[in-house]
């Protein structure tokens, strides 16, 4: 079984640009998360996806972050202008539906805003 | 609002020897879900071990056990016989029915050989 698949994994822009990352989750998971983890902290999810309807996006930043999960599977994330906090990794999971269910992560796009 | 709390940025354990690293949180849900997760040195996170909250019995996976508290609000692991392997970025995390994933900020294990 194939993994979550993400891409790039490295990126470095500088601040004002923009950027995208790209998700492919598990085959058959309805639920998809994006998650950025500062050096040293833990994951804080940014959005949240069940199928192709946003779940709980209440930690993005609306104003530069922007995400998509077109037919329920892969899934876009953007940031537009970035900014030097957002230099980060960014990971995204899937799970079968929310809750209880294992999430699997993807290898992470390390960000570097300079 | 709902926290995750680990206190312990790093722990070491010597090779063979039993380690516990600490979890609380805080919560005014009834039902909600623990996990532990661990991320190697520049590899993929993954789960070591979930908890139901309405379930008193502790979950086992293996040399993995948790020692759950619920009127603590207290969520341990504990890994015995620890191995090299084990070496890693461990997270605590919890979600609730509302879906709301919510991460620790991590505890660094180091195995000593």
């Known amino acids: 079984e194939a993994g979550v698949a993400q891409s790039p994994r490295y990126k470095i822009i500088e601040k004002r640009q923009s950027v995208a990352f790209w998700c492919n989750p598990i085959?058959?998971?309805?639920?998809l998360y994006w998650y950025q983890q500062i050096l040293g902290q833990g994951p804080k999810l940014l959005i949240q996806?069940?199928?192709?309807?946003?779940?709980?996006d209440s930690q993005l930043p609306k104003d530069r972050f922007s995400a998509e999960r077109l037919k329920g599977v892969d899934s876009t994330l953007k940031i537009q202008p970035a900014k030097l906090e957002d230099s980060a990794v960014y990971l995204c999971?899937?799970?079968?539906?929310?809750?209880?269910?294992?999430?699997?992560f993807g290898p992470g796009t390390r960000l570097t805003v300079t | 609002a709902q926290t995750v709390t680990q206190s312990q940025p790093e722990m070491s354990v010597q090779e063979a020897e039993t380690v516990t690293l600490s979890c609380t949180y805080d919560?005014?849900?009834?039902?909600?879900?623990l996990f532990w997760y661990k991320q190697p040195p520049s590899r993929q996170m993954i789960l070591v071990i979930r908890?139901?909250?309405?379930?008193?019995q502790n979950a086992t996976e293996n040399r993995f056990s948790v020692n759950f508290q619920k009127a603590a609000k207290s969520f341990s692991l504990k890994i015995s016989d620890s191995q090299l392997g084990d070496a890693a970025m461990y997270f605590c995390?919890?979600?609730?029915?509302?879906?709301?994933?919510?991460f620790g900020t991590g505890t660094r294990l180091k195995v000593l050989a």
């Open positions: 999971a899937s799970s079968l539906v929310g809750g209880y269910y294992e999430q699997y």
């Open positions: 085959s058959g998971h309805a639920t």
């Open positions: 996806f069940q199928n192709n309807g946003v779940v709980d």
């Open positions: 919560t005014s849900e009834s039902d909600y879900y």
């Open positions: 908890q139901e909250a309405y379930k008193q």
């Open positions: 995390a919890y979600t609730s029915g509302t879906y709301k994933y919510i």
